[in-house]
Antibody, heavy 119, light 112 residues
Framework: QVQLQESGPGLVKPSETLSLTCAVS?????????WGWIRQPPGKGLEWIGS???????YYNPSLKSRVTISVDTSKNQFSLKLSSVTAADTAVYYC????????????WGQGTLVTVSS | QSVLTQPPSVSAAPGQKVTISCSGS????????VSWYQQLPGTAPKLLIY???KRPSGIPDRFSGSKSGTSATLGITGLQTGDEADYYC?????????????FGTGTKVTVL
């Protein structure tokens, strides 16, 4: 069974960089699929942040592209998100998920982690 | 502001049927597959329908999906209290120079 688990600081100061890691178990990242990040501000809808392939190929949401970096570490079977220059508007639950980019859907999700941006 | 529009809420009694619409354009739904996600309170979203009308293993056939032109629909029959959740459609959108995955505005299903 594919499982994903997000980890990282729950509190980030404004203007700093948010960093999260998603550990994957039950499936080798190198075997295929893209791996993505999605966020959900409290009480609001879902927003796709970006996705990465094991080769390092990435797709980013144009609205966040200038601040986002997604990387992959196949040796640890995990991938990471960095979001720079954060503001209160970046406060959200951040989910990692496995992503099929052929027909594009997210079939396995982590439980999510709340990141609050506040001084 | 999402490019995919869903009704904010729908409701029905147990055992009844509800449908949730997802309206888009030729830049998204019209030329790409649609997925549907169920988000129970306090939990992560779960894939319910993919490729417009396919169900992942373990999803009961009470849930169905369809697409016509630039709109998609999720149907839930035999409504149960456990179906109370937020439902989101999603698809690839190519209206910008670089594509992006977009989710619908979300619909809250209430079982009366």
């Amino acid at each position: 069974q594919v499982q994903l688990q997000e980890s990282g600081p729950g509190l980030v100061k404004p203007s700093e960089t948010l960093s999260l890691t998603c550990a994957v178990s039950g499936y080798s990242i190198s075997s295929g699929y893209y791996w993505g990040w999605i966020r959900q501000p409290p009480g609001k809808g879902l927003e796709w942040i970006g996705s990465i392939y094991h080769s390092g190929s990435t797709y980013y949401n144009p609205s966040l592209k200038s601040r986002v970096t997604i990387s992959v570490d196949t040796s640890k079977n995990q991938f990471s998100l960095k979001l720079s220059s954060v503001t209160a508007a970046d406060t959200a639950v951040y989910y990692c998920a496995r992503c099929s980019m052929t027909t594009v859907n997210f079939d396995y999700w982590g439980q999510g982690t709340l990141v609050t941006v506040s001084s | 502001q999402s490019v995919l529009t869903q009704p904010p809420s729908v409701s029905a009694a147990p055992g009844q049927k509800v449908t949730i619409s997802c309206s888009g354009s030729s830049s998204n739904i019209g030329n790409n597959y649609v997925s549907w996600y169920q988000q129970l309170p306090g939990t992560a979203p779960k894939l319910l329908i993919y490729d417009n009308n396919k169900r992942p293993s373990g999803i009961p056939d009470r849930f169905s999906g369809s697409k016509s032109g630039t709109s998609a629909t999720l149907g839930i029959t035999g409504l149960q209290t456990g179906d109370e959740a937020d439902y989101y459609c999603g698809t690839w959108d190519s209206s910008l120079s670089a594509g992006r995955y977009v989710f619908g505005t979300g619909t809250k299903v209430t079982v009366l």
